[in-house]
């Protein structure tokens, strides 16, 4: 018998023939037997066989207790002595008559009850089966082990029973109706894919390639064999023992005590041996069974057959980095050369600076000027694939150009993270080298970080600004911090930069600038930013926060394309890098303002889930009505509470820029 089909969460077989795991694995180890098929026509005559028989022990019954009571009687002696023994013996048989008659009485009631409610696939002890069912084989087809599982699984027909379950389907309520769901579900499943129920069954054993169960010679004649092996040889083993038994016809008691352990080695073979790591001391091995080989992240699927090591590829940490394009990353130099030991190995031979690959690696690995120098010949133009695990969509994985970094970490642009859900809190990236020249071509043409700046699912840009980057935009056109006197009169943008380069006048100031043929106020750090925006884009006269800097890329992109929106989300990157670290923004913990209304408005939602628990108690509410009712009253003060705070701090405060912007 399979183990995954009994054992699983529902049981398959369970669900098919209607019984508990329990009473599977009762029958399985011959602990009960179950009816495989009752002759209908015979059935009829056995209840009134066992009335016949019934009446006839009470009839002996009475007979013997009647002869034993005219036996004391007899024996009576005319002593008083004698008169209490048999008085004493008459109570005694009285009482033993009863208890007997009793007995037989539950017994009668019980057999009675199991027959009246004995159908296919219903089970009963093996002591019931030896003292009084065996005398039914007629009328009822009673078996033990797998092989009556394996009967009744024959005996399913698959329409007949989804049939069958959709027409009682609408009366069912409770338990009942999502059990015959399940089943139903089941059946439909077996019924598509074209398994018979009995296929559950394992009549003949598969055994695995021997690749995947090794056996490998050490040193001193020793060998090493996969543990898969040694469980296949306990079945073998435990097989051919039973064939040997059945063939000299062993006792049936010695044959079935033979199958529970056969059973038992295969349970272990597919699903490893009971308590598995629990309850083991220390230093007692644990085998890997078949379940164990394939399951979990180290089993073979996840191991060796979706996802490989492969060569021309790492890993490492990944951390920020700030003065990168959007198409380049940074790979540490220790990376970079094993990853392209190779093509620099083909280059110092083909220049003869060294005559072997031996030669060459020891080049390599001594870190030769010569072997550096040609690692960033071989780079030029080379692009690397970066993957960051899980990969969601298709921009998990993205082209970048190599530039070689010092450290141990790969180095990414921080516009880019959002797509591959990464921040640099210890994630990892791994990367691969497309070989081919058709493949860099595909890396460069359509991976290419620089080519994959829209959402696949909704087209809004996918390289965002944040954190950093939008305090230093923020702080740049923020205007609060301004005095209000107009400092310039400025023909141009160019004009105004002339002004900022030469430190002539601060980024808060107030300047009149000419914007087509009007003249506009603003102050200098709002032209400082205007001035990365291409012509159609300018004029921002406003704060800049992180929402409108996704508006200002999607319009430069409508408008211009892809390459103008890359150049301009770099340049922002980089201005918005550089004010931030001039702002100095920073909190602590007297900046944070506690508005007065707070506890007021805990009290009040306080009060309102108390009520809800009410209503809830009196049964006026459901439990989901009462669960998202609570939510929505704690939400709503939440609300009212963040508004107050954004209320109670003032432009040019820190913490109010960190929440505008």
């Known amino acids: 018998m399979h183990v995954w089909y009994i054992k699983a969460t529902p049981s398959r077989i369970?669900?098919?023939?209607?019984?508990?795991?329990?009473?599977?694995?009762?029958?399985?180890?011959?602990?009960?037997?179950?009816?495989?098929?009752?002759?209908?026509?015979?059935a009829k005559n056995v209840i009134t066989n066992l009335d016949k028989d019934y009446h006839a022990k009470i009839d002996e019954l009475d007979k013997i207790y009647a002869e034993e009571k005219k036996q004391y009687a007899a024996s009576k002696g005319g002593t008083e002595k004698s008169?209490?023994?048999?008085?004493?013996?008459?109570?005694?048989?009285?009482?033993?008559y009863t208890e007997n008659k009793t007995s037989l009485e539950k017994e009668y009631s019980r057999i009675k009850s199991v027959l009246s409610n004995l159908k296919v696939g219903s089970t009963i002890l093996e002591s019931d089966y030896r003292n009084i069912f065996y005398k039914?084989?007629?009328?009822?087809?009673?078996?033990?082990?797998?092989?009556?599982?394996?009967?009744?699984?024959?005996?399913?027909?698959?329409?007949?029973?989804?049939?069958?379950?959709?027409?009682?389907?609408?009366?069912?309520?409770?338990?009942?109706?999502?059990?015959?769901?399940?089943?139903?579900?089941?059946?439909?499943?077996?019924?598509?894919?074209?398994?018979?129920?009995?296929?559950?069954?394992?009549?003949?054993?598969?055994?695995?390639?021997?690749?995947l169960r090794p056996v490998v010679q050490l040193e001193g004649g020793k060998f090493a064999s996969s543990d898969v092996n040694l469980f296949y040889r306990r079945v073998l083993m435990r097989n051919l023992r039973l064939k040997k038994m059945i063939q000299v016809g062993m006792p049936d008691v010695v044959k079935k005590n033979e199958i529970r352990l056969l059973q038992e080695a295969v349970n272990n073979l597919l699903v490893g041996e009971k308590g598995n790591a629990r309850g083991f001391g220390a230093g007692v091995k644990i085998f890997k069974s078949l379940t164990d080989m394939l399951s979990g992240k180290e089993g073979i699927f996840r191991k060796n057959l979706l996802g490989k090591r492969v060569d021309y590829s790492g890993r490492s940490v990944i951390t920020v980095g700030p003065n990168l394009k959007l198409d380049e990353c940074g790979l540490p130099l220790y990376v970079a050369v094993k990853m392209f030991t190779p093509f620099i190995i083909g280059k110092l031979i083909e220049r003869k600076i060294a005559h072997t690959p031996k030669q060459a690696e020891k080049l390599i690995k001594d870190e030769n000027p010569i072997a550096l120098k040609i690692l960033e010949e071989v780079i030029q133009d080379k692009y690397v694939l970066l993957n960051r695990a899980p990969t969601l969509h298709r921009l998990s994985i993205q082209a970048f150009k190599i530039k070689l970094m010092p450290g141990k970490t790969i180095r990414i642009h921080p516009l880019v993270t959002p797509a591959f859900n990464a921040d640099f809190d210890g994630d990892q990236m791994a990367v691969h080298l497309p070989l081919s020249e058709e493949a860099q071509r595909e890396a460069k043409e359509l991976i290419a970080a620089d080519k994959n700046v829209l959402k696949p699912a909704s087209g809004d840009p996918v390289i965002t600004h944040s954190q950093d980057m939008v305090i230093g935009v923020y702080y740049l056109?923020?205007?609060?911090?301004?005095?209000?006197?107009?400092?310039?009169?400025?023909?141009?943008?160019?004009?105004?930069?002339?002004?900022?380069?030469?430190?002539?006048?601060?980024?808060?100031?107030?300047?009149?600038?000419?914007?087509?043929?009007?003249?506009?106020?603003?102050?200098?750090?709002?032209?400082?930013?205007?001035?990365?925006?291409?012509?159609?884009?300018?004029?921002?006269?406003?704060?800049?926060?992180k929402k409108v800097l996704r508006q200002i890329l999607d319009t430069i992109f409508d408008i211009y394309g892809r390459e103008m929106t890359v150049q301009v989300a770099d340049a922002i990157k980089d201005r918005g890098f550089k004010f931030a670290t001039l702002s100095a923004v920073t909190i602590n913990i007297f900046?944070?303002?506690?508005?007065?209304?707070?506890?007021?408005?805990?009290?009040?939602?306080?009060?309102?889930?108390?009520?809800?628990?009410?209503?809830?108690?009196?049964?006026?509410?459901?439990?989901?009505?009462?669960?998202?009712?609570?939510?929505?009253?704690?939400?709503?003060?939440?609300?009212?509470?963040?508004?107050?705070?954004?209320?109670?701090?003032?432009?040019?405060?820190?913490?109010?820029?960190?929440?505008?912007?």
């Not at 019984?19 to 009752?38: C, G, R, W």
């Not at 400025?490 to 009007?518: C, F, P, Q, R, T």
């Open 477 to 545: 056109t923020d205007d609060s911090a301004s005095d209000g006197k107009l400092k310039a009169k400025l023909a141009s943008v160019e004009d105004a930069m002339v002004y900022y380069w030469n430190d002539e006048l601060h980024i808060k100031d107030k300047v009149l600038l000419k914007v087509g043929e009007e003249y506009i106020e603003t102050t200098l750090g709002r032209v400082v930013f205007n001035a990365l925006l291409p012509e159609k884009v300018r004029f921002i006269n406003k704060k800049v926060t």
């Open 136 to 211: 039914f084989e007629g009328a009822f087809s009673f078996g033990s082990g797998s092989q009556s599982i394996l009967t009744l699984l024959k005996k399913i027909v698959i329409q007949d029973d989804i049939t069958l379950i959709l027409k009682n389907f609408g009366a069912l309520k409770g338990e009942e109706r999502k059990k015959a769901f399940k089943k139903l579900k089941l059946l439909i499943n077996l019924y598509i894919s074209g398994v018979k129920p009995e296929w559950m069954v394992l009549t003949h054993l598969p055994v695995i390639p021997p690749d």
């Open 83 to 96: 008169e209490k023994d048999t008085k004493f013996k008459d109570t005694e048989l009285l009482k033993i």
């Open 14 to 42: 369970g669900l098919l023939l209607n019984l508990s795991v329990n009473e599977i694995e009762k029958v399985l180890y011959f602990v009960k037997y179950i009816v495989t098929e009752i002759k209908d026509d015979q």
């Open 591 to 661: 900046d944070l303002a506690v508005p007065k209304e707070k506890d007021e408005i805990l009290h009040h939602a306080g009060e309102r889930v108390n009520e809800i628990h009410n209503f809830w108690f009196k049964g006026m509410l459901s439990d989901e009505e009462k669960h998202r009712i609570i939510i929505q009253e704690w939400s709503e003060g939440k609300a009212k509470i963040e508004e107050l705070v954004k209320v109670s701090y003032k432009p040019g405060n820190d913490v109010y820029s960190l929440i505008d912007s």
